[in-house]
């Protein structure tokens, strides 16, 4: 990355504080760049999502690394749940959505709840193996709560095999006038379900695999307690990236944790922080980290440094981070601070491999938790942050009243905050391809078709707030 005509900036920089200017290129269309990552992580975009347990779940995995991202399963989860977590991700479809299965006797109000978990909408009835019926939030609208799914459910399906190839699929729903189809075996049996979106957007992502083939996914721990028994337990579950996760990741426990775990050789990579400084940076690598997560204060739920003044603007931060590792044959995450897609073009030019993502991804469709209705009929999730009561509560549910009243006292963090689902994009799919096509832009403009030719090639200014203020849309005239 250069400053634009050779300015070095005299202070530290956000994303609004920086723009990009275009290059010379001969790069005509966005699908020549690959957005694959270097790092060892195996993403094919380079997108994470932060291990909130507000936002990273088993639907939240799923999606994304069949999109070519990764989600990392909170530290807060039994280990044996993650483990059963990362089992059912191996077990997924490369393409196919994994279905809401339905009984006919099920009723309308049971279906109501669990129909709003895939962005799609509908489920499947299926009698045994075999598909029966499809029902919609549509179908089930205005109907009584007690009525069974066999009485209001569409027999009329249309159906694809198994092995379809997603074009011809696509073709099929198109003219058949249908969002969707069951993906069937030769004997009948429900594979899969695949969508007009799902099969135009298998044309268009790579889904992110392990050497197996299944689906990538990673996994937390925490620096206190068995961390070695822990870990352990995760890569030999099959996590495909361990993240040693903590707010202050420049400390000796840190460290310590980093050193043993370098040396249990888990045969994955280790990622550890956070950090903000180069020092940081050099510390963390040299005790065993194989990427450093960088960013302190900057997430939308986070108050790190409102309580204490620590923190640092996160361009400066990935900036001078990634230089640091770099120079180490390392790498770093930007972990917080993306609310656009040039934010995540930003932290990439910066020097990152990966840019993790949190609240973004928390009104989406597929993260966990319940959604819900404001008194003005808009839908949102609740999200928190890691540091927060509501999350050490969670995190200390074994402790004694006395330790977690004691704990508790020592709150950063917002403990509850309405995420609302965007109408036009409801889907985290609907928000990876909304970054993914800002991301393919921003490589065109500086004449790069990989990654690493866009770390090389950004060319970067400083812009005052009215700069910023000029780039952003305006939804009516002035």
């Given at each position: 990355m250069?400053?634009?005509?050779?300015?070095?900036?005299?202070?530290?920089?956000?994303?609004?504080?920086?723009?990009?200017?275009?290059?010379?290129?001969?790069?005509?269309?966005?699908?020549?760049?690959?957005?694959?990552?270097?790092d060892g992580t195996g993403t094919t975009i380079p997108l994470v999502v932060a291990n909130m347990t507000a936002i990273a779940g088993r639907r939240m995995a799923e999606t994304t690394a069949r999109r070519g991202a990764l989600t990392v399963i909170p530290q807060d989860i039994p280990v044996d749940v993650v483990a059963?977590?990362?089992?059912?991700?191996?077990?997924?479809?490369?393409?196919?959505?994994?279905?809401?299965?339905?009984?006919?006797?099920?009723?309308?109000?049971?279906?109501?709840?669990?129909?709003?978990?895939?962005?799609?909408?509908?489920?499947?009835?299926?009698h045994g193996e075999k598909p029966v019926g499809i029902v919609t939030e549509t179908d089930l609208t205005g109907v009584d709560r007690f009525t069974q799914l066999a009485d209001v459910m569409v027999r009329e399906m249309v159906t694809v095999p198994d092995g379809v190839d997603v074009e011809s699929a696509f073709d099929t729903l198109s003219h058949a006038r249908?969002?969707?189809?069951?993906?069937?075996?030769?004997?009948?049996?429900?594979v899969g379900l695949l969508t007009r979106a799902g099969a135009l957007r298998a044309?268009?992502?790579?889904?992110?695999?392990?050497?197996?083939?299944?689906?990538?996914?990673?996994?937390?721990?925490g620096i206190n307690g068995d961390v070695a028994a822990k870990a352990t337990a995760l890569a030999e579950a099959g996590a495909d990236v361990l993240v040693i996760d903590t707010a202050h990741g420049h400390q000796e426990k840190m460290l310590e944790v980093l050193t043993t775990l370098r040396r249990l050789d888990l045969g994955v990579p280790l990622v550890a922080g956070n950090v903000v400084t180069a020092s940081g940076t050099r510390d963390l690598?040299?005790?065993?980290?194989?990427?450093v997560k960088v960013?302190?204060?900057?997430?939308?739920?986070?108050?790190?440094?409102?309580?204490?003044?620590?923190?640092?603007?996160?361009?400066?931060?990935?900036?001078?981070?990634?230089?640091?590792?770099?120079?180490?044959?390392?790498?770093?995450?930007?972990?917080?601070?993306?609310?656009?897609?040039?934010?995540v073009a930003l932290a990439l030019a910066a020097g990152a491999s990966n840019v993790m993502v949190g609240s973004w991804f928390a009104g989406t469709l597929e993260s966990p938790g319940d959604l819900y209705t404001d008194e003005k009929g808009r839908q949102y999730k609740e999200s928190f942050g890691m540091a927060s009561a509501r999350a050490v509560r969670n995190r200390t549910a074994a402790d004694s009243a006395y330790e977690r009243a004691r704990r508790g006292m020592f709150e950063e963090g917002i403990s509850s905050a309405r995420m609302y689902v965007d109408p036009a994009r409801p889907s985290v799919e609907d928000v990876i391809d909304e970054i993914v096509a800002g991301l393919r832009s921003s490589c065109t403009y500086a004449g790069a078709r990989t990654l690493e030719e866009f770390q090389e090639r950004a060319t970067v200014g400083i812009q005052s707030t009215a700069g910023f203020a000029e780039g952003r849309p305006l939804h009516s005239s002035w």
């Amino acid at each position: 990355m250069h400053f634009l005509n050779g300015l070095m900036p005299q202070h530290d920089l956000t994303y609004d504080d920086v723009f990009m200017v275009p290059n010379r290129s001969s790069v005509t269309s966005r699908l020549d760049v690959d957005l694959s990552t270097s790092d060892g992580t195996g993403t094919t975009i380079p997108l994470v999502v932060a291990n909130m347990t507000a936002i990273a779940g088993r639907r939240m995995a799923e999606t994304t690394a069949r999109r070519g991202a990764l989600t990392v399963i909170p530290q807060d989860i039994p280990v044996d749940v993650v483990a059963d977590v990362i089992a059912w991700q191996k077990s997924r479809h490369l393409v196919y959505d994994t279905p809401i299965t339905l009984d006919p006797a099920t009723t309308a109000g049971e279906a109501l709840i669990l129909l709003h978990k895939r962005a799609h909408g509908a489920g499947v009835v299926v009698h045994g193996e075999k598909p029966v019926g499809i029902v919609t939030e549509t179908d089930l609208t205005g109907v009584d709560r007690f009525t069974q799914l066999a009485d209001v459910m569409v027999r009329e399906m249309v159906t694809v095999p198994d092995g379809v190839d997603v074009e011809s699929a696509f073709d099929t729903l198109s003219h058949a006038r249908r969002r969707l189809a069951p993906v069937v075996a030769p004997d009948g049996r429900l594979v899969g379900l695949l969508t007009r979106a799902g099969a135009l957007r298998a044309t268009l992502y790579s889904p992110a695999v392990d050497a197996a083939g299944h689906l990538r996914v990673g996994a937390a721990v925490g620096i206190n307690g068995d961390v070695a028994a822990k870990a352990t337990a995760l890569a030999e579950a099959g996590a495909d990236v361990l993240v040693i996760d903590t707010a202050h990741g420049h400390q000796e426990k840190m460290l310590e944790v980093l050193t043993t775990l370098r040396r249990l050789d888990l045969g994955v990579p280790l990622v550890a922080g956070n950090v903000v400084t180069a020092s940081g940076t050099r510390d963390l690598v040299e005790a065993g980290a194989d990427i450093v997560k960088v960013g302190v204060g900057p997430g939308a739920m986070c108050t790190t440094r409102m309580m204490t003044a620590v923190g640092r603007p996160q361009f400066s931060a990935v900036h001078e981070c990634a230089t640091a590792a770099r120079q180490l044959g390392k790498h770093v995450w930007a972990d917080g601070g993306v609310r656009h897609p040039r934010d995540v073009a930003l932290a990439l030019a910066a020097g990152a491999s990966n840019v993790m993502v949190g609240s973004w991804f928390a009104g989406t469709l597929e993260s966990p938790g319940d959604l819900y209705t404001d008194e003005k009929g808009r839908q949102y999730k609740e999200s928190f942050g890691m540091a927060s009561a509501r999350a050490v509560r969670n995190r200390t549910a074994a402790d004694s009243a006395y330790e977690r009243a004691r704990r508790g006292m020592f709150e950063e963090g917002i403990s509850s905050a309405r995420m609302y689902v965007d109408p036009a994009r409801p889907s985290v799919e609907d928000v990876i391809d909304e970054i993914v096509a800002g991301l393919r832009s921003s490589c065109t403009y500086a004449g790069a078709r990989t990654l690493e030719e866009f770390q090389e090639r950004a060319t970067v200014g400083i812009q005052s707030t009215a700069g910023f203020a000029e780039g952003r849309p305006l939804h009516s005239s002035w």
